[in-house]
């Protein structure tokens, strides 16, 4: 009986001890350009673009939507928590990814990545 009392408190509690740490790095796990390609192209991605209005306006990837405000970017993120989110901004020095990266972890989001190259990456051969 105790053993299934703490399997129970485990089952119900432990995604409370284990949240993720919004701010940390290490929470966030990088994507290729090889494997962000196959996300597009399967339609698997929520993809976020952190660059500057002009920036994006000038250069982004297909179908990512811009990072403008926090408010307008967690309107726009899919109802699914689990749904897959990945953020990207200039290139491999950029650290506005994490705006995004952040907001989507705060709204609950549990599978938000980083695409490390940026646009730059992207347009890269």
Known sequence: MKILALLTYI????????AADCN????????SKSELKQLIADKKVFLVDVNSQESYN?????DAVHFASQ????????QY???LVVAYCGGVMCTAWKKAAIAAC?????NVKHFKGGITG???D
């Open 24 to 31: 940390s790095d290490a929470t966030y796990s990088e994507v």
């Open 71 to 78: 408010a307008d970017f967690t309107k726009a993120l899919p």
């Open 81 to 83: 928590k689990g749904a």
């Open 106 to 110: 705060k709204a609950n989001y549990t």
């Open 11 to 18: 089952l119900i509690f432990s995604p409370l001890t284990f």
């Open 122 to 124: 992207w347009l890269k």
């Open 58 to 62: 000038k250069n982004h990837i297909a």
